[in-house]
């Protein structure tokens, strides 16, 4: 299953009538997103400032950055999944220029996670915006 693009994701929690279905939503989605294999969720990929330990892999295919994502905590590999569909298989400069803070204000998200969790998507939504920044210097598009 792929995942639904930022506006699908919008569109389907609108649906849900409180947070706990859309708590499920989110799982699920995380529950469809490829595991990581073993061999990549190194300390070197683990990203700082979670609660719960994450992994973010990239590859750079034909202009575009190409994440692999994992978690050991199933909320947090559903927010990993609402982190991708904005940002996976999307050029530097996109995922530059893709306003980030207005996503999560029309998901209604970040009064309905803990403070911990919050940073936690604010640590992973600033490395993958650095890896971002890095590939944009190296292609001179800054």
Request: glycine share 4%; aromatic share 8%; proline share 2%.
């Amino acid at each position: 299953m792929a995942l639904p693009n930022t506006d699908e994701i919008i569109e389907d929690l609108e649906f849900f009538d409180d947070w706990e279905e859309r708590y499920k939503y989110i799982i699920d989605l995380g529950e469809h997103m490829h595991k990581m294999p073993r061999e990549l969720q190194t300390n070197d990929r683990l990203v700082k400032g979670c609660q719960s330990n994450v992994w973010i892999n990239v590859k750079f295919e034909n202009d575009k950055l190409c994440f692999e994502v994992d978690s050991d905590a199933i909320i947090v590999r559903g927010l990993l999944a609402l982190v991708m569909a904005a940002y996976n298989d999307k050029t530097a400069l996109q995922i530059r220029q893709f306003d980030i803070d207005n996503y999560f204000k029309a998901l209604d998200l970040e009064q309905h996670i803990s403070p911990t969790r919050g940073n936690g998507l604010r640590a992973i939504v600033a490395k993958i915006q650095s890896i971002a920044h890095v590939n944009n210097d190296q292609l001179g598009t800054a």
